[in-house]
């Protein structure tokens, strides 16, 4: 878990948020959306870049996925 915690180190604030309030609180798109300010579409984003960038970061250090 320590490589995780390293690569959402490296994402920036909106896309680490998104991504914890998605996963480990279990937000809906709707609920980040007003907790963040942000439209919808643009927590889509911010999940999928953010998802990108880790998988890349675990990519990098040799974790592949299962």
Do not use: C, W
Request: hydrophobic share 40%; glycine share 4%; aromatic share 4%.
């Amino acid at each position: 878990h320590q490589d995780l915690y390293l690569a959402m180190d490296k994402l920036n604030t909106k896309e680490r948020t998104a991504l914890l309030l998605f996963y480990m609180e279990e937000k809906s798109l709707k609920e980040i959306a007003v907790i963040a300010r942000m439209p919808v579409n643009t927590v889509k984003a911010h999940l999928s870049r953010g998802r990108l960038h880790v998988s890349e970061h675990l990519k990098a250090i040799g974790h592949e996925r299962g």
